[in-house]
């Protein structure tokens, strides 16, 4: 069908095994939660501060339980010093997205 790309969900891609999603991630939340989306992106709300990279950490960390996977296969790879950010999941195990 040719309609099926419109309707892939813009916030990921897959490369391989490798899951890429693009997060809008807001800090000083009451609790960690994926709240859905946001433009282009997956918006996440973290119940830390952004000081010192630790919303950095605590996102992998979230993302890495959300997908089943050790966080050490969660990497941010754009966006450090943002609140637009990209991860990348090496073989996630839950809540998996697919490609149409």
Known sequence: MSGDKDRQPPYFCWKNDQLYVDLLVQTYASHDEIVGIQGNRL?????TSPVAGKANEH????MADYFGVPHNRVHLTKGHQSRMKQICVTNPQAHVPEEV
């Open 43 to 47: 918006k996440v709300r973290l119940a």
């Open 59 to 62: 996102l992998i960390r979230y």
